[in-house]
Structure formats: C-alpha cells, structure tokens
C-alpha cells in the first residue's frame, strides 16, 4: 500500500524511532559473537533479503542520478561507520555512549535543514540545539562537565568515536539530500545492498573468521536486521512524505530509548549523570521543536 498522507507518512517515521531504538544494542551483540564487520555484512545482507521481499526490486529508470551517488554514498558511509563504531567499542558501556555520539544527527538535521532546504525556524533553534549538545557532552563525560574526562574517554578509543561523529554528519546530510534529490522516491532496499556488499568486501580483506550459528545468535541476528531494514523502510517513507523536522526533533527522544533498551539487553551498569544527559537532549529536543513551529 503507497502512503501518500504526510500525517500517515510521519507516524511511519515516529515508528521508525522505535525500531532503531532495538537496533543498537542488537548490532553491539551480534558483532561480539559474529565480529564488526562480518557481524555488519550479515546484518545487512538479511536486512537487504528482506526489503527486498517487502518493497520488491528497486526502481531506477527514473532515479535522479545524483541522488543515487549521493544517497547511497551517505547511506553506505553511515552505516559502515556505525556498525564499526559499536563494534569496535572497548565496552558495552562505551558502546551505549557511541550511540549518544551518533545521535548529534537529528540536531544536525535541523541546522542543515535550514541552509539546504530553506526550513524557517525561529531563534529557539539556537538555545535547543545547545542544550541537545550539553547532554550529549554529559552522557560522554564521566565526571561533571570535565574537559579532561571527555578527552580522556575519547582518546581510549579515538577510532571509534571518530567513527560515531562521522555517523552523525553523514546521516544529517542522507536526510537532507533525501528530502531534496530524491523525487519521492525510496531506494533504501538498493542502499542496503550496496552496504553489505561494502562489507562483505571490506571482511574479504579482513582477519575475522565468522564462528558457527547458534539458535540464540540466529535470532538476534534476524531481531537486528528486522530493527534495522524495517526503521529504514518507514523512515525514508516518513522523511519523503511526512513532517522532517518534527521527525528530526523527535528523534531526540531516541538516545534515551536506544540506550535503555541497550542498557537491558546488553546488562550496562549506566550512571546517574548518564541519564541526566539524556533528560537534557530531551529539554534540548522541545526547545527545537518551538522554535520550528510555524
């Protein structure tokens, strides 16, 4: 069924949230038994099979080109980089902070929403997105608002980190170029096999050996790709057809969500301050969400 209703489309969209709330903690769990980047291939070689199953083959007779360089380029680099952000994380703990690092997106989508597609937002963007940033910095920092804390947890994984800030461009600019290039049209089913075969490339030349399939990796490997190819199925129909900015600012509220579930499933002991970050990114996110209502 095409979904044409931007009301219908955003609540794809909000649903989307959801589902990538499960998906880090998956990830994070499939990579240590299945390693980055052969957990990453497998996760997006079962996520293609399904959009594909769901949406069918992609179209690209009328595609706008530019879209399809752009786009996929953004997609594949995102995705590449926060499978191996996680996976890479010293911790499981750190691993959850990686995902707050990524989520610097939906405020980079606002900003770059009103330079690239002239959203008009009014003086609150700047105080929202400042205060979204300082519970990001929060979450980060183990001791108060330490400079030398967030210094100190960055350099003990600087690959990773960098990796996590590298997500929150890359996926700031997919959103933005999606809404202007894309002409209505979703080829996230095409972005999911050029990731895996990225991957899968990328593990060619790689030390990793994949271990043997067990019942309880299978399934969360399937819970992961279903987090994920699903998230993106709704979420490009909601970023194409729905209400982008309030998507965006909603997706503030993902860094709680995605770090409680995290924290659950995954058995990471996080701290009083970590939450009082996310109370922040959730003030920031109100604050963002005024300050671009018409």
């Given at each position: 069924?095409r979904i044409?209703s931007p009301s219908?489309?955003?609540a794809c969209?909000?649903a989307?949230?959801?589902?990538?709330?499960?998906?880090?903690?998956l990830?994070r769990?499939?990579?240590?038994h299945?390693?980055p980047?052969?957990?990453?291939?497998?996760?997006y070689?079962?996520?293609?099979?399904?959009?594909?199953?769901?949406l069918?083959?992609?179209r690209?007779r009328n595609a706008?080109?530019?879209?399809?360089?752009?786009?996929s380029?953004?997609?594949?680099?995102?995705?590449?980089c926060?499978c191996?952000?996680?996976g890479y994380a010293?911790?499981r703990?750190q691993a959850?902070?990686?995902?707050?690092?990524?989520y610097?997106?939906?405020?980079l989508?606002?900003l770059l929403?009103?330079?690239?597609?002239r959203?008009?937002a009014?003086?609150?963007?700047?105080?929202?997105?400042a205060v979204?940033l300082?519970?990001i910095?929060w979450?980060?920092?183990?001791?108060g608002l330490s400079?030398?804390?967030i210094?100190?947890?960055?350099?003990s994984n600087?690959?990773?980190?960098?990796?996590?800030a590298a997500?929150a461009v890359?996926?700031?600019l997919?959103c933005?170029?999606t809404?202007?290039y894309?002409?209505?049209q979703s080829?996230?089913?095409l972005?999911f096999?050029?990731t895996?075969g990225?991957l899968?490339l990328?593990?060619?030349?790689?030390?990793?050996a994949?271990p043997a399939?067990?019942?309880v990796h299978?399934?969360?490997l399937?819970?992961?790709?279903?987090?994920m190819?699903?998230?993106y199925?709704l979420?490009?129909?909601?970023?194409?057809?729905g209400n982008?900015t309030l998507?965006a600012?909603?997706?503030?509220?993902?860094?709680?969500?995605?770090?409680?579930?995290?924290?659950?499933?995954?058995?990471?002991?996080?701290?009083?301050q970590?939450w009082?970050?996310?109370?922040?990114?959730?003030?920031?996110?109100?604050l963002?969400?005024?300050a671009?209502r018409?």
């Amino acid at each position: 069924m095409r979904i044409t209703s931007p009301s219908a489309a955003t609540a794809c969209g909000l649903a989307a949230i959801l589902l990538w709330s499960t998906a880090s903690g998956l990830i994070r769990s499939v990579s240590e038994h299945f390693g980055p980047i052969g957990g990453g291939a497998l996760i997006y070689t079962l996520g293609a099979a399904l959009l594909l199953m769901l949406l069918g083959r992609p179209r690209l007779r009328n595609a706008s080109r530019l879209y399809l360089v752009s786009g996929s380029a953004l997609f594949v680099a995102y995705e590449i980089c926060l499978c191996l952000a996680l996976g890479y994380a010293v911790s499981r703990t750190q691993a959850i902070q990686l995902v707050v690092v990524n989520y610097l997106w939906p405020s980079l989508t606002v900003l770059l929403a009103i330079f690239m597609n002239r959203q008009p937002a009014r003086w609150l963007i700047v105080p929202g997105t400042a205060v979204a940033l300082l519970g990001i910095l929060w979450v980060v920092s183990s001791d108060g608002l330490s400079l030398a804390s967030i210094a100190s947890n960055i350099a003990s994984n600087p690959l990773s980190y960098s990796l996590a800030a590298a997500c929150a461009v890359t996926f700031a600019l997919y959103c933005n170029v999606t809404r202007r290039y894309a002409n209505g049209q979703s080829h996230v089913a095409l972005f999911f096999v050029l990731t895996a075969g990225v991957l899968w490339l990328k593990y060619l030349f790689s030390s990793e050996a994949l271990p043997a399939f067990s019942l309880v990796h299978s399934l969360e490997l399937l819970a992961a790709a279903v987090g994920m190819a699903g998230g993106y199925a709704l979420w490009n129909i909601g970023i194409l057809r729905g209400n982008l900015t309030l998507l965006a600012t909603a997706s503030y509220a993902a860094p709680v969500l995605s770090s409680a579930f995290a924290a659950a499933w995954l058995g990471a002991q996080l701290g009083l301050q970590f939450w009082q970050g996310a109370v922040l990114v959730t003030v920031g996110s109100l604050l963002c969400w005024q300050a671009t209502r018409g």
